[in-house]
Structures are given as C-alpha cells and as structure tokens.
C-alpha cells in the first residue's frame, strides 16, 4: 500500500499511521502535517525510525506545497484527515477553520486529481448531520444540517470532495464517524480535558445542563474501519461510523471523576456553546454489513485504558497544552482572536 496521510501528526492520523504500519509493515506511508498546535510528532515517535514511513512539514493551505508532496509521492490512496477539528475554536475564529478544512480540502482534491489515485478517504463526521431528535438516527441519506462553522466546513468538503466523482471519476469515499476518544488527544476536547482537569483537581467546565449527547468511539475502533474502507468501500459511497454508546455530557463527566477518585465538587456549569448541538445519533448498519466492521472496545474500558494513559503521560499533557499552543495561535490569529480564546483557556485553566 501506497499512502499519503494528511494530518498523520493529529490525535486520529497517528492513531491510523501506527495502525497500518502494525498492519502492513511494508505499507509506504507519507505523512503531510503542518504541524499546527493539534500536530505534534511525539504521537509517531514509535514509527519515527522506519525506512517505509516519511513526514513532511507542509499547509494544505498552500496550493503548490500541496501539489509537490502528491506529485513526487504518487499515492495509491489517500486518507484525508488534516482539519481545525475543534468546534470551540471553529465559534470565536472561524478564518482558519474555513481556510483548512474546505479550501486545504480542494487544493488536495486539485493535486490527487492531477496525479490519479485508487481511493480518496474523506474523514469526515456525524456532526454535518446536526442535532437529531430523540429516538430518530441518522444514516447516510440524512439531510445535512451543519451548526457550527467546523461543521459546516467539514460538510462543505464532503460535497466538494464527492463532487469531483461525479466530475472527474476520483474514486473518493466519505467517512462520518462520531467523537472519538484515547491516548493522545488534544486536551481541549471534553475526555481529555476533563481527565487532565481532574488529575490537577481544577473544575471541570460543564457546557449549560450537561444533558446533551454525543455516541463515544474508540479512536482505534475509527481507525480499523477507516482500512476496511480502504480495502472494501465502495466509491461514491459515504459510510457512517459509530460506536454504539450515546451517553449524556454529564454521565461521561461523573465517570471521569468515579474512576480517578476525584469529588463531584469540581464539576462546574459554565455558559453553554453557541448553537450547541443538543444530540448527535448515527447508525454504521451499512458499514458493519458491507465490512463486517464492528466497534471492538467498549466504553468503560476504553475510558479506563485512556484515563491510564494521560496519568502516565502528565508531561505530554503539560507540553502541548504550553508551548505549542500559543507559539501557533500568535502566528495565525489575529489579536482579538487570541484574546476570545485566551479567555475560552482560562475559563478551564484558571
Ligand atoms: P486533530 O486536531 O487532533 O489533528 C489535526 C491534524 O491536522 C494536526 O496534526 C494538524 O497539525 C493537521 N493540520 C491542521 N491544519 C492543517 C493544514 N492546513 N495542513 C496540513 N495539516 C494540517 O484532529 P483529529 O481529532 O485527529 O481529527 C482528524 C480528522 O477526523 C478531522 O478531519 C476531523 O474532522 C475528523 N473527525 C474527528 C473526530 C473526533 O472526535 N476527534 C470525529 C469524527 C471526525
Ligand atoms: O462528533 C464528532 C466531533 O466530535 C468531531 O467532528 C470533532 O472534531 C470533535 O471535536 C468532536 O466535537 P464535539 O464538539 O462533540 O467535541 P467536544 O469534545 O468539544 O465536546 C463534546 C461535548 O462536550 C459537547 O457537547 C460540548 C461539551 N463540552 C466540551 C468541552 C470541551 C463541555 O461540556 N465542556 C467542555 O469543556
């Protein structure tokens, strides 16, 4: 296998990179990240070495950078997952959200189609769907009913990126999967997050009532039917990608504090997001029968192999939620746009 994998450096592409290498360990992999303060080549040290497996530090923003990795790699298939993935940040500073996930998206699409590839994997996620009452779910015929300016984006390039089958015959195939969790996620995002929080007994910011629900996928779960995409999806075809675990904000939270023995006292509701989405329900029926994919890790043991991992890696936590971070967000948002976010970090790191 040929692969060129974009945002390699990110929570989910390291997951899917040491995947494919335990796999196949003769896959060529190309790993194209920019290294913004989500990427960090810490996650790929166990890969790092190899002779089959190259990072190249290159923006999707920038057409020509783009069209030279493509160009002189000549992947078989591609697995796009390089994105602004944080809806928060997607609220107070949209510019780079929009700039990555939908015009990086084309400048990927323009080089793959000039240079021909077997499949195109768009990663994309169940939040395109929008918020689903209760008891409906969504499959891969739901209308698209984005909230947030990340969700938007994602499913702006889900539609470019089937358009250029129609169009042009690129074998692309989308992806929607729902929040993923484990080691090495960023800890703005609510498991990590809280975890982190916990273990340094600061609050843990709860989002108005807490009652919304998210369905919780072991990021490995993701990234095992990602390659039964690769080898068995279908071109044209969108698959969603579950793991069969709604459960309240709230719910996870209290989990959190039971497993790593912290008091409920550190709970704190804060201001809800804007637009929040209220509930997010998917069905991956259509996965599981044409792949025989099924989510192997249940969430309990899931959440206590990943509240493990951040006790054992403190100083990972440390590390990237300091330097890269601010070195990042001062070379590209503006200074109001640093100050929102600034305050969106304190309020969970006084
Ligand atoms: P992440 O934020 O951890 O990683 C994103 C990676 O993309 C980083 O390594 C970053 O450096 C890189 N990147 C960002 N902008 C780039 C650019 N312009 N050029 C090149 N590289 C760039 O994200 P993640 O959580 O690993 O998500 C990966 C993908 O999966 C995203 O497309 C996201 O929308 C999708 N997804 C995520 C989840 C989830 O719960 N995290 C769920 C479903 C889908
Ligand atoms: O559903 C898939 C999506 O999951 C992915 O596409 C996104 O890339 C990923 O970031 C994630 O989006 P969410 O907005 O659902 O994830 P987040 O971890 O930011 O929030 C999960 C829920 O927890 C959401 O309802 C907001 C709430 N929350 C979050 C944070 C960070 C809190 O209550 N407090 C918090 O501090």
């Given at each position: 296998m040929r692969l060129l994998v974009t945002g390699g450096a990110g929570f989910i592409g390291s997951a899917f990179i040491r995947l494919v290498l335990a796999r196949d360990p003769s896959a060529e992999i190309l790993n194209f990240d920019a290294l913004t303060y989500a990427g960090n080549l810490?996650?790929?040290?166990?890969?790092?070495?190899?002779d089959n497996y190259r990072f190249v530090k290159a923006n999707l923003c920038d057409a020509e950078a783009t069209e030279r990795a493509v160009a002189g790699f000549l992947p078989e298939t591609v697995v796009h997952f390089a994105a602004e993935s944080h809806v928060d940040r997607s609220i107070f500073a949209p510019k780079p959200v929009v700039d990555t996930n939908v015009t990086g998206a084309f400048h990927l699409l323009e080089a793959v189609r000039r240079h021909g590839v077997e499949r195109f994997i768009?990663?994309?996620?169940?939040?395109?769907?929008?918020?689903?009452d209760s008891p409906d779910e969504a499959d891969e015929n739901f209308p698209l009913r984005p909230s947030s300016p990340y969700s938007a984006s994602k499913a702006g390039a889900d539609l470019l990126a089937l358009s250029y089958l129609t169009t042009y015959k690129l074998p692309v195939i989308v992806t929607r999967a729902s929040n993923n969790y484990g080691p090495y996620q960023f800890p703005e995002k609510l498991i990590p997050l809280m975890i982190a929080n916990a273990l340094e007994n600061m609050p843990l910011p709860i989002y108005g009532d807490g009652q919304q629900v998210r369905d919780w996928l072991h990021v490995d779960d993701h990234c095992r039917a990602i390659l039964s995409l690769v080898r068995k999806g279908r071109p044209g075809e969108v698959y969603n990608i579950g793991g069969n675990c709604a459960l309240p904000n709230l719910e996870v939270v209290r989990r959190i504090l039971a497993a790593t023995g912290k008091p409920e006292s550190l709970l704190q509701t804060v201001e809800d997001r804007l637009g929040h989405d209220r509930?997010?329900?998917?069905?991956?029926?259509?996965?599981?029968?044409?792949?025989?994919?099924?989510p192997e890790i249940e969430f309990d043991q899931g959440l206590e192999q990943t509240i493990d991992w951040y006790c054992a890696n403190t100083e990972w936590v440390e590390r990237v939620r300091s330097g890269a971070y601010r070195e990042y967000y001062e070379a590209n948002y503006s200074r109001r746009e640093q100050q929102l976010d600034r305050l969106s970090m304190a309020r969970v790191k006084p």
């Open positions: 810490e996650n790929l040290e166990s890969v790092a070495g190899r768009q990663v994309s996620t169940d939040e395109v769907y929008g918020s689903i509930r997010y329900a998917l069905t991956s029926a259509k996965l599981e029968a044409e792949t025989g994919w099924t």
